[in-house]
């Protein structure tokens, strides 16, 4: 059981890691539109 609840933070984690990435994306787009569409793109598809 321990490892299962080891495994859903992991997971957690993951998602929240991914979740700040695109944000770090977005910022660092600087407001370039073809940029901004592929991210948000990118997470249409995830």
């Known amino acids: 059981m321990k490892k299962n609840q080891g495994e859903s933070i992991t997971n957690e984690d993951e998602k929240t ?11 660092n ?7 901004l569409k592929e991210i948000v793109e990118k997470m249409d598809q995830q």
């Open 17 to 27: 890691s991914e979740g700040l990435n695109q944000i770090f994306e977005i910022i």
């Open 29 to 35: 787009a600087k407001g370039d539109a073809g940029e």
